[in-house]
């Protein structure tokens, strides 16, 4: 479709093919126009990431994406199902190198630092920005073990002492120990899904991170433990920056300030959270968002 | 008609039962075949299940029953002068009348009685041969019509059918659960037979291994020992030595294999590993008693060690090396059952790889490892052909591994190879401890198995 990209200012002219957009908002740009649209930089950034374009292979999943996610404030990514936010989540703390075949290209960095430069250490990365993934993961050991288990590799415990704190600390900051406070002996794995996704959240800030990342978090989880888990996405936000993918808008409005919307692997749009969902600027959001695709 | 061509003709009639049960239902439906409760097949299998189940069964009875009442009557009508010996005699000479009917060699010159008793032995097989034709061909085709007669829209053929696959299915299970019954039974009461002539303390608890026994009273060196200690001793060496091979090279190429390996690799090299577990045990056992065991007696030489020519340790390594496909391709499938979600976890929180493997995925998989080590194990002592070849037959009760010692197998092996009599405690020992070693292994495997188990409620 030879679609012709309007300038702002003047009205759009649509191909008689494309229904008219009965929501009144000033749309002047092509559905076909992949260029971001919004405030992608924020003054002082936590994380810059430039340019940043993923392969699988011979496939391409990520097309040229350039963001900044700020300090203390949570980025929500947003889009259809294979719009390819995972797998850029995923590269901001280089969860993809452990995928044969995925390539990164761009330039990624954390407070100044490049975050792909060979003589980065992965594992002090990751130590760096935790990491809560779709499906509740909590190893076969007791609940004490699996929050003990990030600080003990890293040795950032020195005593038992020390290490019950952490542990404590962890668990309450993830709201989960008045419930888990008499058993810490017990499997983590004998948890309900909620109580394992907090849990989850617990290992991930107890090596003390600076960014937490968070796929689909609570898409495993039923509409109270959904409750829970963005109350305390929103008590996090105080000490950590969050990055977090999820299918649910109402989700994405509850618990960001910012709101990334992906399409087929671009950076459609981005912005303040409030704005993408009462007037948002690019016509693929807003299908999106109205519920008119995906 | 002999009874091998009688079953042949029974395969043929069902055969043709099947073809015009099926005819018959298409007649029946008048082109209608919707209207048949089953399918035309189902009809024709119910047709020839007719015709042949209760002909075979009347066949294999009769059959078993022929072989003891044909003797029997060929008996009684022996004359008196041959009826009136003793059991074992007569035994002998009923032996003597079938080899003249088979045509074999008889012990002695035919005595004319016996011809004339063989005579009558091949007469009365033909009569119950023939009779036998005549009542199964008869029940063979009165089963085939009525069952053809009573095929109409209504008849539920499939129902029949499926009922009687599942009667066969159920028999053949049957089949193995009872022969495993028979032979523990049949270990366990020559074994009582064993321990009335050595008592079982003395078996059990015996640190002497001598397996002999008086013919007469006076006979010199006439005291055997039946003490099964030294073997089970030299079982567990083995069997240990072995696993020290076998655990560490097994887990640790699984690991490889799973975790660090390319799907390549992975490809070509587990197939190849699996490989020694195809190789025939009596290959290995040459190879540990031609290869290994000279080369570890020239080494031990070298060290100024004593190694006997045939020691625990070359029959060790060389089981351990046989077992080392059981455990490795075990291990690597419950470490390939721990989910992705489990490595991304560890991963996420900065941990290396080798940090992931020793902390998260072993512990996760250790269930399953142990039990593959368990099963691994009862091999490693149930193993014979290696110990037989590589570890000697003298029951030294030693924890050297550079000695000689025997096994529960080879001393199983040694008793009953050559000519034996089947009621001395000597053959009867290898009952009882054949009977101890299947509990053994039994008891590991259930461990084993009830491991496993636990392992996989954790993860469905």
Known sequence: MDTIIESSSVGLIKPGVIEPIKV?????????????????????????????NVFYGAEQAIMDVSLDIGKRQVVAMIGPSGCGKSTFLRCINRMNDTIDGCRVTGDIKLDGEDIYHPDLD???????????????????????????????????????????????????????WNEVKDRLDQPGTGLSGGQQQRLCIARAIAVNPEIVLMDEPCSALDPIATAKIEELIDELREQYTIAIVTHSMQQAARVSQRTAYFHLGDLIEIGDTDQIFTNPRHPLTEDYITGRFG | MSPTTLILTLAALSLFGFWLGRQRSIVVARGKLKDLHSLPVYYGYYTALWCGIPAFLIWCLWLALETVIIPDLVVAALPSKLRDVSPDHLTLIVNDIKNLVTGNIVSSNVDPAIQVAADHYQHLLNISHMALAVVVLTLAIAGAVL???????????????????????????????????????????????????????????????????????????SSGAFGAVPLFAGTLLISFIAMLVAVPVGLMSAIYLSEYAGPKLRAMAKPILEILAGIPTVVYGFFAALT?????????????????SESALAAGLVMG?????????????????????????????GATKSETIRLVIIPAALPGIVGGVLLAISRAIGETMIVVMAAGLSAN????????????????????????????????????????????????????????????????
């Open chain 2, 147 to 221: 069952a053809w007669k009573s095929i109409k829209l209504t008849r539920r053929a499939r129902n029949a059918v499926e009922g009687t696959v599942k009667v066969f299915l159920v028999a053949s299970s049957t089949i193995a659960i009872f022969t495993t019954v028979g032979i523990v039974l049949s270990v366990l009461f020559e074994s009582m037979r064993f321990f009335d002539s050595v008592p079982i303390t003395n078996f059990i608890f015996g640190l002497d291994w001598s397996p002999q026994m008086a013919i007469r009273e006076d006979q010199v060196g």
């Open chain 2, 321 to 349: 090396i046989m077992i080392i496909p059981f455990v490795s391709s075990l291990s690597d499938d419950v470490i390939n059952a721990v989910p992705q979600s489990m490595r991304d976890g560890s991963y996420g929180l």
């Open chain 2, 397 to 460: 009760l030693t924890a050297n591994p550079l000695q000689a010692v025997t096994t529960v197998t080879v001393q199983i092996v040694t008793l009953l190879v050559g000519d034996q009599e089947f009621d001395s405690p000597k053959t009867l020992a290898a009952f009882a401890l054949g009977l101890m070693l299947f509990i053994t292994t039994l008891v590991l495997n259930v461990i084993a198995l009830h491991v496993v188990r636990k392992y996989r409620e954790q993860y469905e």
């Open chain 2, 292 to 308: 290994v065991a000279p080369f570890i007696r020239n080494s031990g030489g070298l060290l100024g060690l004593d190694v006997s």
């Open chain 1, 24 to 52: 009144e908002v000033q749309n002047t740009i092509s559905r076909d126009d992949r260029t971001t649209v919004g405030e992608a930089f924020v003054d002082d950034p936590r994380m810059t990431l430039r340019n940043v």
């Open chain 1, 122 to 176: 992965v594992v002090s990365l990751r130590s760096r920005i935790g990491m809560v993934f779709q499906k509740p993961n909590p190893f076969p050991k007791s609940i004490y073990d699996n929050v003990a288990y990030g600080p003990r590799i890293h040795g950032i415990a020195t005593n038992k002492t020390d290490m019950d704190e952490i542990v404590v600390t962890s668990l309450t900051k993830a709201g989960l």
